[in-house]
């Protein structure tokens, strides 16, 4: 359980940890991995993961995304021009794209040293995707399906790679297929096949009470985040939200963990604090190693299942991170620049989770405190 506490000086959270058999209230400290192992009893230990052969990765589990002093975070993103025929894009140019894009952000020669900088054999990874706007307006299978052979090149066994979302309908109508044999990719949502953790959960009273659910002023996680995998690699799509203003990576991700969501949409919330907090707790924030943003075609207006075809444009790029608040705030600057020229009004002043996200420690806010690599391939 995860509650904002106002501090004077840096953000702090109050936790209080649900592990089954006892409850710990953990006043005050700072929200980053070492404290919340240290006081707590949930944690990766906790789901029974350990961390052996994790010390060695680029990453770092539940870091801080604050950029250092002088140093800027650091967002990658990839363009390959006319990559999208008759409303597809070319499978070999995704390839190429997501291989530069990789490259470029470890600093590695070949597809194995990239994505070993993020993954280790004995991990199962789930790639949370955003399937809610269809055929047109999804996660493209083509981005998805450039990530596997980077992700078995680095030693994950193809079925310890579990593509998921929270519901099981909305992947198939995003075009990928269900599979929960135990040979090949695994394709499964939390609805109806997974289900939620009881033990394990997000509890939060900025909402709109007459929307809660059975679980009140608790959404549970799914127990593809807490039980099924090791690591998440976060692929949304580049896209404007009628009530959140975008979902890039934080939304993507928060409201794909979690049940009981609707409470968070109404005024005056508009999905905020709880997308940056549902990503600030430790059951999400620790497997989190990688953001790839699916912008090949964007939505400006009527997302996030836009049918107005007139508002997607080809914006023919893949981002690339480790900081899901920098990208999100280069994305939110993206899609308002881009309904200006449309002459729609800006939707930042409802975007508001961004910015909470980077005041809690998630990541960068500030775009001068961003560095935005701009590469065609």
Known sequence: MVRKILGDDEPKLRIICFSGRKIINTKDIHFSRRNFLKHSALGIAGFGLGLKGFE?????????????????????????????????????????????????????????????????????VGIKINPIGGIKLSTRPEVVNAIIPGLKAAGVKENNIIIWDRF????????????????????????????YDKEIYYESFDDDYKLRQDDGARSLFSTIVTQHVTAIINVPVMKDHGIAGVTVCLKNLAFGAINNTPRFHPSPYFCDPASAEVCAHPALKDKIRLHIVDALQACFEGGPASMKTWTMWNEERLFFGTDPVAIDRVGLEI?????????????????????TAGRIGLGVYDMNAIELVELNV
Not at 169 to 177: D, F, N, Q, S, V
Not at 337 to 353: E, G, L, T
């Open 56 to 124: 060695g990765l680029q990453w770092a589990i539940g870091a801080d995304n604050q950029a250092s002093p002088g140093d800027k975070s650091k967002v990658i993103a990839i363009k390959s021009g006319g990559i999208m025929r008759n409303g597809k894009p070319e499978p070999e140019a995704v390839q190429r794209m997501m291989d530069e894009g990789m490259f470029t952000l470890t600093g590695k020669k070949t597809t194995a040293e990239a994505w070993r900088a993020f993954f280790t054999p004995d991990d199962v």
């Open 335 to 355: 899609i308002d620049k881009k309904r200006k020229a449309n002459n729609y009004m800006p939707v930042s002043q409802k975007a508001k989770h961004i910015a």
């Open 168 to 195: 099981s309908y909305h992947l198939i109508t995003a075009g990928y297929p269900l599979n929960k044999g135990s040979s090949g990719v695994r394709c499964y949502g939390t609805e109806p096949t997974a289900g």
